[in-house]
Nanobody, 117 residues
Framework: QVQLVESGGGLVQAGGSLRLSCAAS????????MGWYRQAPGKQRELVAS????NYADSVKGRFTISRDNAKNTVYLQMNSLKPEDTAVYYC??????????????WGQGTQVTVSS
Protein backbone atom coordinates (compact mmCIF):
# COMPACT_ATOMS: atom_id res chain seq x y z
CA GLN A 1 0.00 0.00 0.00
CA VAL A 2 0.99 3.59 -0.62
CA GLN A 3 -0.12 6.63 1.34
CA LEU A 4 -0.17 10.21 0.10
CA VAL A 5 -0.23 12.83 2.83
CA GLU A 6 -0.98 16.40 1.83
CA SER A 7 -0.40 19.58 3.76
CA GLY A 8 -0.27 23.33 3.28
CA GLY A 9 -3.85 24.27 2.51
CA GLY A 10 -5.68 27.06 4.27
CA LEU A 11 -7.34 30.44 4.00
CA VAL A 12 -5.59 33.26 2.16
CA GLN A 13 -6.57 36.62 0.74
CA ALA A 14 -6.65 37.21 -2.99
CA GLY A 15 -3.17 37.92 -4.27
CA GLY A 16 -1.56 35.80 -1.59
CA SER A 17 0.45 32.60 -1.81
CA LEU A 18 0.30 29.08 -0.48
CA ARG A 19 2.56 26.07 -0.88
CA LEU A 20 1.06 22.59 -0.91
CA SER A 21 3.10 19.47 -0.16
CA CYS A 22 2.34 15.83 -0.79
CA ALA A 23 4.55 13.08 0.59
CA ALA A 24 4.28 9.49 -0.63
CA SER A 25 5.22 6.55 1.55
CA UNK A 26 4.76 2.79 1.59
CA UNK A 27 5.56 -0.03 -0.80
CA UNK A 28 7.13 2.14 -3.48
CA UNK A 29 9.56 0.84 -6.06
CA UNK A 30 9.32 3.95 -8.18
CA UNK A 31 7.03 6.91 -8.67
CA UNK A 32 6.21 7.30 -12.34
CA UNK A 33 4.40 10.62 -12.06
CA MET A 34 2.94 12.99 -9.51
CA GLY A 35 0.51 15.82 -9.96
CA TRP A 36 -2.18 18.01 -8.47
CA TYR A 37 -5.90 18.16 -9.16
CA ARG A 38 -8.64 20.27 -7.63
CA GLN A 39 -12.38 20.12 -7.20
CA ALA A 40 -14.54 23.12 -6.49
CA PRO A 41 -18.09 22.75 -5.12
CA GLY A 42 -20.46 21.62 -7.84
CA LYS A 43 -17.68 21.10 -10.36
CA GLN A 44 -15.74 18.14 -11.68
CA ARG A 45 -12.24 17.38 -10.54
CA GLU A 46 -9.73 19.01 -12.86
CA LEU A 47 -6.01 18.78 -13.50
CA VAL A 48 -4.04 21.68 -12.05
CA ALA A 49 -0.46 20.60 -12.73
CA SER A 50 1.39 17.44 -13.59
CA UNK A 51 5.08 16.62 -13.44
CA UNK A 52 7.28 14.76 -15.87
CA UNK A 53 6.45 16.62 -19.02
CA UNK A 54 5.23 19.53 -16.92
CA ASN A 55 1.72 20.56 -17.79
CA TYR A 56 -0.51 23.23 -16.26
CA ALA A 57 -4.14 24.13 -16.57
CA ASP A 58 -4.49 27.32 -18.57
CA SER A 59 -6.12 29.02 -15.59
CA VAL A 60 -3.00 28.65 -13.42
CA LYS A 61 -0.18 29.10 -15.94
CA GLY A 62 2.28 31.72 -14.77
CA ARG A 63 0.95 31.62 -11.20
CA PHE A 64 1.44 28.01 -10.03
CA THR A 65 4.63 25.96 -10.08
CA ILE A 66 4.90 22.21 -9.55
CA SER A 67 8.15 20.72 -8.28
CA ARG A 68 9.29 17.40 -6.92
CA ASP A 69 11.90 16.14 -4.48
CA ASN A 70 12.62 12.59 -5.61
CA ALA A 71 14.71 11.80 -2.54
CA LYS A 72 11.73 12.57 -0.32
CA ASN A 73 9.03 11.19 -2.66
CA THR A 74 7.37 14.57 -2.29
CA VAL A 75 5.66 16.87 -4.77
CA TYR A 76 4.97 20.55 -4.15
CA LEU A 77 2.63 23.10 -5.62
CA GLN A 78 3.65 26.71 -5.17
CA MET A 79 0.59 28.88 -5.72
CA ASN A 80 1.08 32.62 -6.18
CA SER A 81 -1.30 35.45 -7.05
CA LEU A 82 -4.20 33.39 -5.79
CA LYS A 83 -7.70 34.26 -6.94
CA PRO A 84 -11.10 33.48 -5.38
CA GLU A 85 -11.75 31.10 -8.28
CA ASP A 86 -8.81 28.99 -7.09
CA THR A 87 -10.90 28.00 -4.07
CA ALA A 88 -11.24 24.21 -4.09
CA VAL A 89 -10.14 21.00 -2.46
CA TYR A 90 -6.74 20.15 -3.87
CA TYR A 91 -5.78 16.51 -4.35
CA CYS A 92 -2.38 14.98 -4.86
CA UNK A 93 -2.11 12.17 -7.40
CA UNK A 94 0.68 9.65 -7.89
CA UNK A 95 1.24 6.81 -10.34
CA UNK A 96 3.40 4.29 -8.51
CA UNK A 97 5.14 1.06 -9.39
CA UNK A 98 4.98 -1.11 -6.29
CA UNK A 99 7.75 -3.31 -4.97
CA UNK A 100 5.91 -6.23 -6.61
CA UNK A 101 6.00 -4.54 -9.98
CA UNK A 102 2.36 -3.49 -10.25
CA UNK A 103 1.36 0.02 -11.30
CA UNK A 104 -1.32 1.81 -9.31
CA UNK A 105 -2.78 5.29 -9.15
CA UNK A 106 -3.19 6.80 -5.70
CA TRP A 107 -4.94 9.89 -4.40
CA GLY A 108 -4.35 11.98 -1.32
CA GLN A 109 -7.12 12.87 1.09
CA GLY A 110 -7.40 16.41 -0.19
CA THR A 111 -6.56 19.76 1.35
CA GLN A 112 -8.86 22.77 1.33
CA VAL A 113 -7.68 26.00 -0.24
CA THR A 114 -9.92 29.01 0.28
CA VAL A 115 -9.14 32.37 -1.30
CA SER A 116 -11.11 35.34 -0.01
CA SER A 117 -11.75 38.42 -2.09
Amino acid sequence: QVQLVESGGGLVQAGGSLRLSCAASGSIFSINAMGWYRQAPGKQRELVASGGRTNYADSVKGRFTISRDNAKNTVYLQMNSLKPEDTAVYYCNAVVTSTLGYVYTYWGQGTQVTVSS
